[in-house]
């Protein structure tokens, strides 16, 4: 059996792959990069590198960014979810595994989904079949969102700087199209600059939209009044500024106040 680490530079799967490496003393990181990532997620991964004496593969896609994969296909989503995260990480991660595991009956994809992520698990095995899945964390001892971070502590790595910020992933620096209005407010705060150019993104998106006369979409909705309506990224700045909206910090992850220990490093 041949194991491959699908590392998406959180802390989950960097677990995932180092705890793989302790089990099986071989298992190859696949990283697809979205070109949009935290400059410190890129710094992670060389840490984990130089821990594992191993090489991470790193999927570019011809320097592709999650903005330019929305102009590119005019649309934000595919239908289901974030566009530029289906077809910058799944299809590069599907075509990395097709080209180089196309053995798919004895190929195990290790994914860094945690024990409290059953649904996701039951949907990621649906999507990689026939290729076998498995979760590291999901081994005993299981492993929580706290616990992981402990992990890494524990072996000398420093966390990616978006967790300490609160940011429950270490994705796209944190300014997720999938995020809510809460994390938004957090953006404009925490990186002024990366709320700016998503800014002006999204306008040039909503020009590109309007031109296809396609529907108006925004990543953000206001659901002010009991109704449902568009509303952009400038409109929260706007609102921010004038203090029509008050930011509220309630989304950041508080620091772990778990108790459980376990014995595997
Ligand atoms: S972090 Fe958000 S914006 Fe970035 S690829 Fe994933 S779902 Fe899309």
Known sequence: MRYVCHISGGAGSAVCWLRALDRYGECEAVFANTNSEDPDL???????????GRQIVRL???????????????AFTNGS???ASWRLKQLALKAFQQE???????????????????????????KVAPYHVDFPLCWEPRLWNCDVQDFLKRRGFTLPSLYDKGYPHNNCGGACIMAGIAQWCGVLKDYPERFAHAEAEEQQMLKIIAERGRVEWT??????????KTYSLKQLREDVEAKRRLPDDNW????????????DD
């Open 42 to 52: 890129y710094r992670f991964l060389d840490d984990l590198e130089k821990y594992t």
């Open 60 to 74: 570019n896609n011809d320097g592709q960014d999650i903005w330019a994969c929305f102009r590119k296909h005019s």
């Open 81 to 83: 979810g974030c566009l």
């Open 100 to 126: 180089h595991y196309p053995d798919a009956e004895n190929t195990t994809i290790l994914i860094g989904m945690g024990p409290d992520e059953e649904d996701r698990q039951i949907r990621i095995a649906k």
């Open 219 to 228: 990543i953000l909705k206001d659901r002010r009044g009991g109704e449902h």
């Open 252 to 263: 950041r992850t508080k620091s772990c106040s778990c108790m459980f220990t376990w014995g």
